[in-house]
């Protein structure tokens, strides 16, 4: 995993980019690069004066973040993630079989907009693939939603656009849309 984008203040006017850092190797199989998030352990980088590893950045021209929503389920996130996809291996043998990489996102659950960093930390450090996670606070994050995450913004004139990270090819592409292909219903 290489971040969380998170929004940093009650106006909605920035971000905190959080670096997150994760197991490669398994530990049960040394040499095995890991398969899945409960392996690679996601965990949010700590400084050691105790402080979050984290860039805050403030949008331009006015813009403010309104809603981060799944266009799919319609759940509401406060935090997505980018990370890499994680390889996978043969099931008759340990012949890694994957390709390419590409880079995955989720919303992560269990945060909403104008949280607190520590409690944002708190749930990028339990998210889970598995459909049935174990460990207190675990939650399964959906990657690559098939219809995508959309990011509502809006500025101090009331204009609006969207931004909608993936979609129908389920990879992390990112779509602007204004005026007449703002989804109103969507980002309302």
């Known amino acids: 995993m290489q971040l969380a984008v998170q929004d940093a203040d009650a106006s909605g006017t920035k971000y905190n980019?959080?670096?997150v850092a994760a197991r490669r190797l398994g530990?049960?199989?040394?040499?095995?690069?890991?398969?899945?998030?409960?392996?690679?352990?996601?965990?949010v980088i700590v400084k050691p004066d105790g402080s979050t590893t984290v860039e805050s950045a403030a949008f331009q021209f006015g813009l403010r973040v309104t809603k981060v929503v799944d266009a799919g389920t319609g759940t509401q996130y406060g935090a997505?993630?980018?990370?890499?996809?994680?390889?996978?291996y043969a099931e008759d043998s340990s012949d890694l079989t994957s390709g390419a990489q590409r880079v995955s996102f989720g919303g992560i659950p269990g945060t909403v907009l104008?949280?607190?960093?520590t409690d944002a930390n708190t749930q990028i450090n339990n998210i889970s693939d598995s459909s049935t996670p174990t460990g207190p606070?675990?939650?399964?994050?959906?990657?690559?939603?098939?219809?995508?995450?959309?990011?509502c913004l809006a500025d101090n004139n009331n204009r609006k656009a969207m931004l909608t990270v993936g979609g129908a090819s389920g990879q992390a592409t990112v779509?602007?849309?204004?005026?007449?292909?703002?989804?109103?219903v969507l980002c309302a």
């Open 27 to 43: 530990h049960e199989v040394i040499a095995k690069e890991v398969v899945s998030l409960d392996e690679a352990n996601p965990t």
């Open 80 to 88: 997505i993630a980018f990370f890499s996809t994680l390889p996978y």
């Open 17 to 19: 980019a959080i670096s």
């Open 137 to 151: 606070g675990r939650t399964t994050i959906k990657m690559n939603p098939s219809e995508g995450i959309v990011i």
């Open 114 to 117: 104008n949280q607190s960093l």
């Open 175 to 184: 779509r602007l849309d204004i005026d007449l292909s703002y989804n109103k």
